[in-house]
């Protein structure tokens, strides 16, 4: 039987406290996270971690799911991977730097981009956001959000959430939704497994070749 983990989750982090990204990152907090060498050195290394899982030929374009200021398109861009940020909070975006590309406002369960357009997405720290504590928001917002990522990644493409589930029951939850898409096969993968404070979860997809 596998082990239930345990989590050590603040009820007053912004995701309980707030609701939205959009309400939460103000322009001052934006500013700060923009200047905070500890979240750029954060943001990279669990970028850096999302890439080990996946292939990605030269030519590939991978969307970068809820981007905010762009340190983790800034690595994408520095490995030499086309690469286009989205995220719903502006102000997020508005502190980031031009040069690591293109940075468009949306919210990651209606993606303003055209059937099968990537071969990879990578998001850390964004899906918690849509991990309602109602269950039937959750679970309405998790099935939207699969869909998307299915119509946006080309066939053979992959997905790579890493995410901060508030429960062992929530953690299950995404897996139960995520399999409810034939095309799609995954597991996750956790990093620290049994530290509450340093643990690292990421789902890892990839979407059948052939289908569309």
Same mark, same amino acid.
């Given at each position: 039987?596998?082990?239930? $983990?345990?989590?050590?989750?603040?009820?007053?982090? %912004?995701?309980?406290?707030?609701?939205?990204?959009?309400?939460?990152?103000?322009?001052?907090?934006?500013?700060?996270?923009?200047? &905070?060498?500890?979240?750029?050195?954060?943001?990279?290394?669990?970028?850096?971690?999302? /890439?080990?899982?996946?292939?990605?030929?030269?030519?590939? +374009?991978?969307?970068?799911?809820?981007?905010?200021?762009?340190?983790?398109?800034?690595?994408?861009?520095?490995?030499?991977?086309?690469?286009?940020?989205?995220?719903?909070? +502006?102000?997020?975006?508005?502190?980031?730097?031009?040069?690591?590309? %293109?940075?468009?406002?949306?919210?990651?369960?209606?993606? %303003?981009?055209?059937?099968?357009?990537?071969?990879? #997405?990578?998001?850390?720290?964004?899906?918690? +956001?849509?991990?309602?504590?109602?269950?039937?928001?959750?679970?309405?917002?998790?099935?939207?959000?699969?869909?998307?990522?299915?119509?946006? $990644? /080309?066939?053979?493409?992959?997905?790579?959430?890493?995410?901060?589930?508030?429960?062992?029951?929530?953690?299950?939850?995404?897996?139960?939704?995520?399999?409810?898409?034939?095309?799609?096969?995954?597991?996750?993968?956790?990093?620290?497994?049994?530290? %509450?404070?340093?643990?690292?979860?990421? $789902?890892?997809? #990839?979407?059948? &070749?052939?289908?569309?």
């Amino acid at each position: 039987m596998a082990r239930e $983990l345990r989590f050590n989750i603040d009820p007053d982090r %912004p995701e309980e406290e707030y609701g939205s990204p959009s309400a939460y990152y103000t322009a001052e907090r934006s500013a700060y996270y923009a200047h &905070s060498n500890s979240m750029r050195q954060m943001q990279r290394k669990m970028t850096a971690r999302a /890439l080990e899982f996946i292939e990605i030929d030269p030519d590939a +374009w991978v969307l970068d799911l809820g981007c905010g200021t762009g340190f983790g398109q800034e690595l994408l861009v520095e490995a030499g991977i086309h690469v286009i940020g989205v995220d719903v909070a +502006w102000e997020m975006l508005s502190q980031g730097r031009h040069e690591n590309g %293109p940075r468009i406002c949306a919210d990651m369960t209606v993606l %303003p981009f055209r059937t099968l357009s990537f071969d990879a #997405v990578i998001s850390v720290s964004a899906m918690q +956001w849509v991990l309602s504590e109602d269950p039937n928001l959750r679970n309405a917002a998790l099935g939207v959000l699969v869909r998307e990522l299915e119509r946006s $990644l /080309l066939p053979g493409g992959s997905a790579v959430m890493q995410f901060y589930p508030r429960t062992d029951h929530i953690l299950k939850e995404v897996k139960e939704v995520f399999a409810t898409v034939e095309n799609f096969q995954g597991q996750f993968v956790i990093d620290n497994p049994l530290s %509450p404070k340093k643990r690292k979860i990421y $789902l890892v997809v #990839v979407k059948r &070749s052939g289908a569309c």
